[in-house]
């Protein structure tokens, strides 16, 4: 396992960027009602980025810190795609609400928790090995996919 892809910690202004990253590959800690020593101890203690809209966080978080210029999401996606070069992966795609990571199971599994025409039209489903969540890659994928290339994105390979 390569464990050398960047992990980040988004602050609580951050929710949406944090579930991007997350559809994205990388592994977001994103947690409201965490005050700034706990989101920094966080970020040191495993090694994050600090994603943030606070300049007084960036500042404490010295070079581990980036400050996010826009609330807009799609300029705070294009903003750390430019600054770290980021690539998605779809193997890793985690959990959106979660962070936690994803196993592929087979529609069996999974049958009356998704919809029959998930059912139909899917061969692959995702659990959350954390939370539980069931995902699949339906119509909303595509339109994740074109909002991405609408950006500076880069598809691994
Ligand atoms: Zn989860």
């Known amino acids: 396992m ?47 980025i600090l994603l943030t809209r606070d300049k007084d966080l960036v500042r404490k978080a010295k070079g581990r810190g980036l400050y996010i210029d826009s609330d807009d999401l799609s300029e ?42 998930a059912l139909e039209n899917n061969d692959e489903f995702y659990r959350c090995t954390k939370c539980g969540k069931i995902y699949w890659k339906g119509s909303h994928w595509n339109n994740i996919l074109d909002r991405l290339s609408s950006l500076d994105y880069k598809e691994k390979g």
């Open 2 to 48: 390569d464990d050398s892809r960047l992990k980040f910690a988004a602050d609580e202004m951050l929710g949406s960027l944090a579930r991007w990253l997350r559809i994205l590959g990388y592994d977001t800690t994103y947690e409201k009602d965490m005050d700034d020593a706990e989101i920094l101890r966080l970020a040191n203690a495993e090694d994050r």
């Open 76 to 117: 705070q996606l294009s903003q750390v795609f430019e600054r770290f070069d980021l690539v998605m992966d779809e193997a890793r795609t985690r959990c959106t609400m979660c962070n936690g990571n994803l196993a592929v199971v087979r529609p069996d599994e999974v049958r009356g928790s998704v919809p029959e025409g």
